[in-house]
């Protein structure tokens, strides 16, 4: 039944000649048939570069809207656009705005879950791979607002020793995920090493061997001696771990680290969105989608990522 779903999936994708791409939290059987998968980086970086005529895009809004941003000429299609995040919507654009009158000449920095609309007030966007690199990259003297995820945040100002002005947003997913499931992880698996995403909370970001946006934590399983890990973010990534490493273990840190709105991209609803041409994602205002994108691209300008805290073991 799934196979057969799949294969009319494929057909419709090649009949409308639509790429499919997928966030690594989307369930299996869709990462078993995107073109390409990948952390919000570098779907950025490839829904820049797509000649198809169609993105489905399976993740959430935020994310087929940053694609509309990147690529405005391409129909972009979000399967489900009830499909949100709560995090992105914890600010709006007039929130934005009193916080910048509030601390006149603060550059803003902008984590890419997030509305368009927040984007624009920004300026400069920034993913889980390349938070500290962007924050580095501004003048040291000018202040920094940081919106929407606190814990993202945080981790950005230990790692660069910035003051931040902090807006308190976070990922009510990655809430769930406490220490002592980090302690009792590492109890039941003595030896793996615990691979934890910036959205999770200090406590847990302290207790974890290295800090990694969802990519991050996929070269760096494939790089590293390691045979083992702990993994303390959504457990959609866990399929791509074990599919690209199969001789390595990964084990979730918490059961309950489940994001609902990732989940409710299913395979039927890709193929009634290829059938129907819809639902399309786009920016309406053209001045939004213009300040958004500068913010965007100035991001994609700065080409490094964050590093890890250390390299995996038998790296160069
Ligand atoms: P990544 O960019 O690390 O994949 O994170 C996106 C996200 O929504 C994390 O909750
Ligand atoms: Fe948003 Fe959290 Fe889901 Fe990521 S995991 S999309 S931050 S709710």
């Known amino acids: ?90 600010i709006n654009a007039e929130q934005l705005r009193q916080l910048k009158q509030q601390h006149p000449g603060a550059v803003v920095v902008c984590y890419v879950n997030s509305t368009a609309e927040v984007k624009a007030e920004s300026d400069i966007c920034c993913t889980s791979a390349n938070a500290v690199p962007v924050v580095r990259s501004l003048p040291p003297q000018q202040p920094v607002i940081f919106v929407p995820d606190q814990h993202l945040g945080h981790f950005v100002q230990e790692r660069t020793g910035r003051p931040m002005i902090i807006w308190p947003g976070y990922c009510p997913t990655h809430m769930r995920i406490q220490e002592k499931d980090i302690a009792a992880a590492r109890h039941t698996h003595p030896g793996a090493l615990v691979l934890a995403h910036p959205e999770c909370s200090q406590p847990v970001r302290a207790a974890a061997d290295q800090v990694l946006s969802t990519g991050q934590m996929c070269r760096y ?96």
């Open 1 to 90: 039944m799934t196979n057969d779903l799949q294969q009319q999936i494929r057909r419709l994708a090649a009949e409308r000649r639509a790429i499919i791409l997928a966030h690594n939290y989307q369930p299996d059987e869709i990462q078993a048939l995107a073109d390409f998968t990948g952390d919000s980086l570098e779907l950025s970086r490839k829904a820049a570069q797509v000649e198809a005529e169609i993105i489905v895009f399976c993740g959430v809004y935020f994310m087929a809207e940053t694609a509309a941003l990147l690529n405005p000429t391409r129909t972009i299609l979000l399967p489900d656009t009830a499909a949100g995040c709560p995090m992105a919507d914890m």
């Open 221 to 316: 399983a494939a790089a590293s001696d390691a045979a083992e890990f702990i993994i303390a973010t959504e457990a959609g990534i866990l399929y791509r771990l074990r599919r690209e490493n199969p001789g390595k273990r990964f084990h979730r840190a918490s059961a309950r680290a489940l994001c609902p709105n990732m989940k409710k991209i299913t395979l039927e609803k890709i193929r009634w969105s290829l059938q129907h041409r819809a639902p399309v994602v786009a920016i309406a205002d053209a001045g939004v989608q213009a300040r958004a994108r500068r913010a965007m691209d100035r991001m994609l300008a700065i080409a490094a990522e964050t590093p890890p805290a250390r390299p995996p073991a038998n790296s160069p």
